[in-house]
C-alpha cells in the first residue's frame, strides 16, 4: 500500500511505534507500509535519535525556545481548544504534554482556562458516567466491525465502515462506501488485512452483508470468506448493540467531532477527511480508556499475515465430509440437510458427538452449527 501524501508524517510515525514493538517484524512491516527495509531502518535509526521530527524529509521545527510564560501557555491552550472543540480539559492537559511543554497545567486549571475565554459548553465527556470497561488481553485478539448508518452526500451517500481493535481502541479502517454489500466491504478488509495483518476474531452485528439471516446456518459470502482466512466469526445479540461497545462509542465520536453539520461533495472528498482523522484519532487523540494515551501506543501488528492465496480446507480422517450442492444442501443418509448459499461449493464436515445420531457441523476449524439425525 503506497503513502498517502496528505498524511506522509502521520503514516511514518505509524510504522515506527509499531516498527519499535517488541518482537515486531520489521521487514514483513516494511513490505505491508511499501517502503524497503533499507528505508525502514533508516527512519528508525532517526527516529531513535531524533524523535518525531527525524522522519521529516527536511527538519522544519526550530530549536526548543525557552520556557513559555504563562500567557504563552493560556494562549496555547485556546487554540488546541479551537482545533479541537470536542475535547476537554484532561485531553488539552495531555496534548500540551506531548507537544513538551515544560510546565503543563493541571486539568483543572484548563478547564478554568477554557471558562474564562469562553471555550466550555460544547465539550462531550463532562457530563459523562464512569463506564465499567472490558477489553480483550492483546490486540488483534478481537476487531470490531460495523457500519455507521449513512451519511447524505452533495452526490449519493456515504457508508462509513469502521474496525476497531478491541485492546488498544486502534482504528484500523475508516472507509467512505458507496453501498453496504459484501463485495464493497472485502477490498477494504483485504487493504486492511495488508497493512495490519490478520485478527483472531472478529465480531459484528447480525445485518447485512455480515448476517444470513435465515439461509441456513445464516451465513454469509464475507463470513465464509472471513472464515477460510482462518478468522473466528461471532455476532452481536439482536437488540444489544453494547455488544461492539467500543465501535459504537467510536461511531460517537466520530459523528460529533467529524460528520456532524457537515456534507461531502462525494466519497473521494470523504475518504481524505476519514484518512485525516483516523490518523489523528489513533496517533494525536488522548483517550481516556487509555489512560490518556492514544491508541497507537497500545497497538501492535498481527503477526499472521494476509496469505497470497486461500488456503485449502483440510479435515480429520474421521470426518464425514460433504460438498455443498448448487442447492445449498447437504445429503445425509438420504436426508436433506439445509447448509446456506454462503457455502455452496465448499467442503463441510460432520463431526460425531457424544450423543448417538448428533454431530456438529464444521467448516475449517470452526464449528458452525449442530446436526440432530434423530429428529429429521
Known sequence: MPWKEVSLMDQRRELMVLASQPGANRRELARRYGISP???????????????????????????????????????????????????????????????????????TVH??????????EGMAAAQAPLRRFEHAQPNDLWQMDFKGHVPNRHGHCHPLTVLDDHSRFSLCLAACGDERGETVQPRLIATFQRYGLPQRMTMDNGPPWGGGADGLGYTALTVWLMRLGIAVSHSRPYHPQTQGKDERFHRTLKVELLQDRCFVDNAQAQRAFDHYRERY???????????????EHY??????????????????????????????????????????????????LRPKKEDGCFGIWFSRFEIGELDLRVL
Not at 518525531?52 to 524529509?57: E, H, I, N, S
Not at 488539552?92 to 497545567?105: D, F, I, M, Q, S
Not at 478554568?112 to 459548553?121: A, D, N, S, V, W
Not at 489513533?282 to 497507537?296: D, I, S, T, Y
Open 300 to 349: 501492535r501488528a498481527s503477526t499472521i499475515a494476509y496469505p497470497k492465496s486461500l488456503p485449502e480446507v483440510e479435515y480429520l480422517s474421521t470426518d464425514l465430509v460433504y460438498k455443498v450442492g448448487s442447492n445449498a444442501r447437504i445429503e445425509v443418509r438420504r436426508r436433506r440437510v439445509k447448509i446456506g448459499k454462503a457455502f455452496i461449493g465448499q467442503r463441510i464436515a
Open 112 to 121: 478554568e482556562i477554557l471558562r474564562r475565554h469562553g471555550r466550555l459548553g
Open 282 to 296: 489513533n496517533g494525536q487523540r488522548p483517550h481516556e480508556a487509555l489512560k490518556m494515551e492514544v491508541p497507537l
Open 38 to 108: 533499507k528505508t525502514l531502518y533508516k527512519w528508525l535509526q532517526r527516529y531513535d535519535g531524533q524523535g518525531p521530527d527525524g522522519l521529516a524529509d527536511q527538519s522544519r521545527r526550530p530549536e526548543l525556545s525557552p520556557a513559555r510564560t504563562d500567557e504563552d501557555i493560556e494562549q496555547r491552550i485556546v487554540v488546541l481548544r479551537d482545533e479541537n472543540p470536542y475535547w476537554g480539559a484532561r485531553k488539552l492537559a495531555r496534548l500540551l504534554h506531548n507537544e513538551g511543554t515544560a510546565w503543563v497545567p493541571a486539568p483543572s
